[in-house]
């Protein structure tokens, strides 16, 4: 059957605020900045800075316009541990045989090939001088992420397939479905910012955002109870997409120079709450149901619906909230200045907290105006459902800096900086659906700075260890006797579980039989291309 609270994900990496990173966002925002590896909350001082520390805007002068991007890549590969569980009365020629790898295969919407441009487009102003000290800005940006997924499976004779229910029985379906096969999402943050010099070495300034998203998603649930064998005719496969049209976000930063070689800046943004509307579309396995009776799913009377009324087959009322987590950072920058006091270079230390261990930001909820209907007649009312990331809070560290060539009436500028951030998932809760892996970041770029314009361009990956996480629950007994992943009848407290069981959408999570569906080894990496450019008036 299909419903309820099956498919937060497509929004969980949709939606951003300002330049986080750890749990789904990598370091910077646009091309100068994550050249540095995101080690530029002190150094802002273009466009860039309405993502970074909008007390970096004080430091323009005149008008500035700043187009620039990030263009990102990202590979995933998924081994689950264990075997496809033999399925009673069915038979499936993959039975017995031990799960294939799975890769996301997916291309960006908007991109070339699997690379997806990030971009940020700002104009930066000091009206002229009429209000001594003051900078505004406006601006369009996201935030550094790869939001896309499209998982394929490698076939016994070759090929990595693109899994779809009720196809062909031969095809081996997905290790991965139950936690995401396909996903799409746009996010754009249109900002204005603001900053004043309070004293001649005070800078503050503040930030306010308002997103617009769009989202698709697919994932498998349990159409059938208690589906621990992962009977492919007994799974279901809910189709989402939403949208929302205002998620706001806020920030505030400072910048402090003590001395003229010596910067200490400080960012905060605030959490993001996000409520998405859209439909939904189910499918259902050749064995949905119970005990042979067949189930429909049919939209909730209009008076009865809390997304919104209107639903009909096929394109059902939903609606997602989940909220992302608020974060801060800090830096402190040294200026390598010439005779002339001007800057020929620096070197920057930043450090940062996002705190997704915050309940409100591991738990996603989603309903869906749907009820199951059998044959006979009488409903079962659909849940919301709440998915679960085992998150915990990220830091990260963050060293960057720049060195300048003059060229005669021009300057040549090399940049480059290094990363790291720990991993937002907990042990065991490594999931292909968001990437929540430690992370190293490494990145060089140049920018040519000639009269009013700059062109900035850089290269960066991003390492990740392989993840594995632990346990032995594949594959599952169907025997009431032998449930739980000790196989003694017991099913663990949903506070004490390691992985993320499969969506029941009769059932809340502490109702949900335990059947970890991410046991196995995640490997993982980013690639990126930096591309920019400033004209100043």
């Not at 693109?162 to 995401?180: F, H, T």
């Not at 001395?259 to 996000?274: K, L, M, V």
């Not at 010439?338 to 940062?352: M, P, T, Y």
Request: aromatic share 8%; glycine share 14%; net charge negative.
């Amino acid at each position: 059957m299909s419903k309820g609270g099956m498919v937060p994900f497509a929004v969980l990496v949709c939606f951003g605020s300002a330049a986080h990173a750890g749990g789904m966002y990598l370091p910077g925002s646009g091309a100068i900045s994550t050249s540095r590896a995101g080690a530029a909350v002190a150094s802002a001082d273009n466009g860039e800075a309405i993502g970074l520390n909008p007390a970096g805007l004080a430091k323009s002068e005149g008008t500035t316009i700043t187009l620039s991007m990030a263009i990102i890549d990202y590979a995933m590969s998924f081994q689950r541990r264990g075997t496809y569980d033999d399925i009673p009365n069915v038979d499936l020629p993959y039975e017995g045989s031990p799960y294939p790898l799975v890769e996301d295969d997916s291309s960006a919407p908007l991109g070339i090939g699997g690379f997806q441009p990030i971009p940020v487009i700002a104009v930066t102003t000091d009206l002229g001088g009429r209000v001594p000290n003051l900078r505004l800005a406006a601006g369009i940006y996201a935030p550094n992420s790869y939001p896309f997924r499209d998982l394929c499976t490698h076939q016994p004779g070759g090929g990595c397939k693109k899994y779809q229910v009720n196809n062909d029985p031969n095809e081996l379906p997905s290790p991965g479905r139950y936690d995401i096969v396909k996903r799409k999402a746009l996010l754009l943050m249109p900002t204005i910012a603001a900053s004043y010099r309070i004293l001649p070495n005070l800078d503050v300034g503040a930030r306010f955002g308002w997103g617009f998203s769009n989202v698709s998603s697919s994932v498998h649930v349990w159409s059938a109870p208690g589906n621990v064998v992962e009977d492919v005719g007994g799974d279901g496969l809910l189709e989402v997409s939403g949208k929302d049209n205002f998620v706001p976000s806020y920030g505030a930063g400072f910048a402090f120079r003590p001395t003229p070689a010596i910067e200490i800046a400080g960012n905060y943004n605030s959490e993001i709450h996000i409520n998405a509307k859209g439909t939904a579309n189910t499918t259902l396995g050749a064995r949905s149901g119970s005990s042979g009776i067949p189930v429909m799913v049919v939209p909730l009377p209009d008076d009865a619906a809390l997304c919104a009324p209107g639903g009909v087959v096929g394109a059902f009322k939903a609606c997602i909230t989940a909220e992302l987590p608020r974060s801060a950072s800090l830096g402190g920058r040294y200026k390598f200045l010439g005779a002339d006091s001007k800057e020929r270079g620096d070197i920057e230390l930043n450090v940062g907290w996002e705190n997704w261990g915050a309940e409100a930001s591991t738990d996603y909820r989603v309903k869906i105006d749907s009820e199951i209907v059998t044959a006979g007649g009488g409903g079962f009312a659909i849940k919301q459902n709440v998915v679960r990331h085992g998150f915990q809070d990220v830091f990260n560290a963050r060293l960057g800096g720049s060195w300048r060539f003059p060229m005669g009436a021009n300057t040549l500028i090399a940049r480059g900086g290094i990363g790291y951030d720990t991993a937002a998932a907990k042990d065991g809760w490594f999931r292909s659906d968001i990437d929540g892996s430690s992370r190293t970041t490494l990145t060089a770029g140049a920018g040519y700075r000639t009269g009013r314009f700059q062109f900035d361009a850089g290269f960066g990956v991003v390492l990740e260890p392989d993840n594995n996480n632990p346990g032995d629950c594949n594959p599952i007994s169907s025997q009431p006797s032998q449930l739980g992943c000790n196989r003694d009848g017991m099913n663990a407290p949903l506070d004490e579980r390691q992985g993320p069981d499969p969506i029941n959408p009769l059932l809340v999570p502490d109702q949900q039989l335990q059947a970890p569906v991410n046991q196995g080894t995640y490997e993982s990496r980013y690639i990126m291309f930096m591309l920019g450019a400033t004209a100043a008036f």
